[in-house]
């Protein structure tokens, strides 16, 4: 089965969107990913959708904590990020003039052999070994 790393947004949305039409979209994209791939994300991703989902949809901490039990934990592997990935994230930074959350994402998952990430976020697309899947 093919591995995939899922970046925040997708989780961002899950946790925070109201409207049943697009909550249904992301929804069915999720189980789809789930599905079809072995999924994979990192503490980071947690950290971004605890506080994006705090800061801009004022969703209180403990909901969020709460979906990432319910929804994230079962179904999806944590990666460990540690010295190794953040020297070679430091490359990745000035090569691909990458965020530094990104870049240890990536590291991350060639630390574990994934080259999928599952992302909105289009400046994943610089580093040619990596592709991305999103909604189309």
């Not at 249904?24 to 994979?40: C, G, H, Q, S």
């Not at 289009?122 to 909604?135: G, N, P, S």
Request: contains cysteine; negative net charge.
């Amino acid at each position: 089965m093919i591995r995939v790393f899922i970046d925040a947004p997708l989780l961002i949305y899950l946790n925070t969107l109201t409207n049943s039409g697009y909550r249904t979209l992301y929804e069915n994209f999720y189980i789809d990913v789930l599905a079809r791939y072995k999924p994979y994300t990192d503490v980071l991703v947690l950290d971004e959708l605890i506080y994006i989902s705090k800061s801009k949809y004022g969703i209180p901490c403990d909901v969020s904590i709460e979906f990432i039990q319910t929804s994230v934990l079962p179904y999806v592997t944590i990666l460990n990020i540690g010295e190794e990935e953040y020297i070679h994230a430091t490359k990745l930074m000035t090569e691909y003039d990458l965020k530094p959350s990104d870049a240890l994402h990536i590291s991350a998952m060639i630390s574990s052999n994934i080259t999928t990430i599952v992302s909105e976020d289009r400046e994943f697309d610089r580093v040619k070994t990596i592709r991305r899947l999103w909604l189309t």
